[in-house]
């Protein structure tokens, strides 16, 4: 009901989606999460992963659904995503940091080291997350996605960054 | 008087898809848009469209508006800019201002894909200035690169009211929310969660009660809707805004079809009264076809398979393919167009789009 009361999932309505990945899963190291929930006509994921770890078959409103043992992680169906609903998870990233890669289509985009404001699903800050690593090459298409670090315990819960200056009030 | 075998009023996608597969096939081809350049509503969409690889889903709209364009101008249809077109009188003669100057030019065929005009609502303060249309600011944001404000509350949560918002985030506005007089979110929630993950609440069964300012809009003040859409007494808040956007629908621009004769039905999921067509998008009067968002509001992506649909049937009646030929083509499109009207937000346009079809086997 969140979802389509307040633009976000609570947890029971993420866990039920083919496209969400099982917590044991999740454990093992990094995997994509597919945050897509409505019968929409859309299959570029599909497409994008080359290890045709995302299925949507011949109905193009089919949900995607995941393989997850297929998936190694890459990111590469992420930025490929009209809907910006998709992201990789590593769990098993540190004894303390998990990491998330998310597409981000504002301007400053940050630096790589930089440290950043993690918010989750509501908009609301959670924590600071460092900037691993930005990917913006051609292919694309203008939507960078950009690895952050965050508490362990975060993973499943940061879903954007907001830059540390762009803070201000006018 | 000039003749021309097709005459398609509007180059959006419909009208540069319908001249693509008729142009195609031989047919000569004039296409006149009102505007200075070509491409319709595709060249304020920055955002990367859904879709499947037919429909080149992934890509931004942008740049299906330039392929579109550049297919034009590799297959050679004459495209009048700068061409207003004021009126269709009988035997299917069309008045078109182009630069200034009146013609008359006497067409076979006649396509409108003149797409559609945004709703507007009245409350006390609209007529302030700041109170705009969510396509005026696409255009300024998107085309013209001014911003309208800095702080924004947007009307409406469609997919026009959620993508214009994020948009106007990436120019560089505040949006302070986004309000909706439905209990739920009207648009896709991938949109939603995409500005609401960026800071935007958006607020269900609520509604703008009052624009306040003196020259301009200087505050909003909304109020919450009972389930009787009621207003809550003592519900109310207010935002210091500057700009209020307007994303409350949109209706088919049609008025060339009522001027040309077409009979009208109302269709309320489709966007109210469009003209009657059949199968091939004529419509009751013989030679006028219909595609795109007058033919019903719906999405470029459909737009498209509209517009080709019209261009092949169009080439069809003129001689330039034949039967067996054309239904292997438009087999294709109905496969492809039932993929897009699939889902709980296209079932509805599909079953609307079939009543509309049956009415046109009545007349
Ligand atoms: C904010 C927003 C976001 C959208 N996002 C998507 C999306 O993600 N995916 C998607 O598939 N669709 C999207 N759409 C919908 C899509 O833009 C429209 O459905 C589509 O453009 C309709 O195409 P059309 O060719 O019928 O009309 P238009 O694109 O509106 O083109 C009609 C053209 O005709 C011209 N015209 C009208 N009357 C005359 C006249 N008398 N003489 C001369 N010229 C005339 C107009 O100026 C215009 O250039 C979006 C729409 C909006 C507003
Ligand atoms: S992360 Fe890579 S392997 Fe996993 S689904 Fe996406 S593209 Fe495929
Ligand atoms: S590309 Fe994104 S929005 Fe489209 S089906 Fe896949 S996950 Fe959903």
């Known amino acids: 009901m969140t979802l389509i009361k307040d633009g976000f999932f609570d947890a029971d309505e993420l866990k039920i989606l083919p496209g969400v990945p099982s917590e044991e899963r999740l454990k093992k190291g990094p995997v994509v999460v597919i945050e897509c929930a409505q019968q929409i006509p859309c299959n570029p994921c599909e497409e994008a992963c080359l290890k045709g770890a995302i299925e949507i078959g011949e109905s193009i409103v089919n949900l995607p659904k995941l393989n997850a043992d297929m998936c190694s992680g890459c990111g590469l169906c992420v930025a490929a995503c009209p809907g910006q609903a998709i992201f990789v998870v590593d769990m098993a990233y540190s004894q303390t940091e998990a990491t998330v890669q998310l597409p981000y289509e504002f301007l400053p985009c940050p630096k790589e080291g930089e440290v950043v404001a993690g918010l989750n699903r509501a908009g609301e800050k959670v924590c600071d997350a460092k900037v691993l690593k930005v990917l913006a090459p051609k292919k694309f298409d203008r939507t960078a996605v950009i690895k952050i670090a965050v508490p362990k315990n975060l993973g499943m819960i940061v879903r954007n960054i907001q830059l540390k200056n762009s803070d201000k009030e006018d | ?363």
Request: glycine share 12%; charged share 25%.
């Open chain 2, 1 to 363: 008087m000039k003749e021309a075998e097709l005459v398609i009023v509007g180059a959006g996608p419909a009208g540069l898809s319908a001249a693509i597969e008729a142009a195609k096939a031989g047919v000569k081809v004039m296409i006149c848009d009102e505007n200075q350049r070509a491409g319709g509503q595709l060249f304020k969409q920055i955002h990367k469209f859904f879709g499947s690889r037919a429909h080149q889903a992934g890509t931004r709209g942008i740049d299906i508006g330039q392929n579109l364009l550049n297919e034009v101008e590799k297959i050679g249809v004459d495209v009048k800019l700068d061409a207003v077109v004021w009126g269709i009188f009988s035997d299917r003669r069309v008045g078109i201002v182009h630069e200034g100057k009146n013609t008359l030019v006497k067409a076979k065929k006649i396509l409108l894909a003149t797409g559609a005009a945004e709703n507007v609502l009245a409350f006390p303060g609209w007529t302030l200035a700041g109170v705009m249309g969510a396509g005026a600011i696409q255009t300024m944001v998107n085309v013209h690169r001014v911003l309208p404000g800095k702080n924004v509350l947007m009307i409406g949560s469609g997919n026009v009211g959620l993508i214009v918002s994020y948009q106007l985030m990436q120019a560089g506005a505040k949006v302070a929310a986004i309000v909706e007089a439905m209990p739920r979110i009207g648009g896709y929630a991938v949109h939603a969660s995409k500005v609401r993950r960026a800071g935007v609440p958006i607020l269900t069964s609520t509604t703008i009660k009052e624009a306040k300012g003196k020259e301009k809009v200087e505050k909003a003040v909304i109020i919450k809707l009972d389930d009787k859409f009621k207003q809550v007494a003592g519900s109310e808040k207010e935002f210091d805004v500057d700009v209020i956007c307007l994303a409350v629908g949109l209706s088919p621009l049609a008025e060339l079809a009522w001027m040309a004769g077409c009979k009208f039905t109302d269709v309320p999921e489709l966007g109210g009264l469009l003209a009657i067509h059949n199968e091939d998008m004529e419509t009751t009067v013989p030679g006028i076809y219909v595609a795109g968002d007058i033919a019903g509001i719906e999405e470029a992506s459909t737009a498209i398979e509209e517009g080709r649909l019209a261009g092949i049937a169009i080439a069809e009646s003129l001689g330039y393919i034949n039967a067996a030929a054309a239904k292997e083509q438009k087999q294709q499109i109905y496969k492809r167009s039932d993929q897009l009207r699939d889902g709980p937000f296209g079932i509805g346009r599909r079953k609307a789009k079939e009543v509309l079809i049956s009415r046109s086997l009545k007349q």
